[in-house]
């Protein structure tokens, strides 16, 4: 049974850091690439964030590109997001998710975590 738990959500204040992580079980981590997507209320979901199999290439939204950093370790079967810099409009459930190929559109995963809630106050 795949599992992914994020973890690393929580409150912060607009300019602070989060690292969020998302621990694997029951795939063949390395086999999958691995994304980071989010929801806010009332609009959809939107990519943050893939990396490749072997983290060796990385994708992120426009939104996020400079402030955002993906990464794995597969032998930890644990894949992160540094965020810096956050934002209110950063404010979202962030989810990780898992693919056979690092793509940006949801559709793509068959693998989702539950989510982990991140809220940046102005």
């Known amino acids: 049974q795949v599992q992914l738990v994020e973890s690393g959500g929580g409150l912060v204040q607009a300019g602070d850091s989060l690292r969020l992580s998302c621990a694997a079980s029951?795939?063949?981590?390395?086999?999958?690439?691995m994304a980071w997507f989010r929801q806010a209320p009332g609009k959809e979901r939107e990519f943050v964030a893939s990396?490749?199999?072997?983290?060796?290439?990385?994708y992120y939204a426009e939104s996020v590109k400079g402030r955002f950093t993906i990464s794995r370790d597969n032998i930890k079967m644990t894949m992160y997001v540094q965020m810096n810099s956050l934002k209110p409009e950063d404010t979202a459930v962030y989810s990780c998710?898992?693919?056979?190929?690092?793509?940006?559109?949801?559709?793509?995963?068959?693998?989702w975590g539950q989510g982990t809630q991140v809220t940046v106050s102005s």
């Open positions: 998710a898992a693919s056979g190929v690092a793509l940006i559109r949801a559709s793509a995963y068959p693998f």
């Open positions: 029951g795939l063949a981590f390395s086999t999958y690439a």
């Open positions: 990396i490749t199999r072997t983290g060796g290439s990385t």
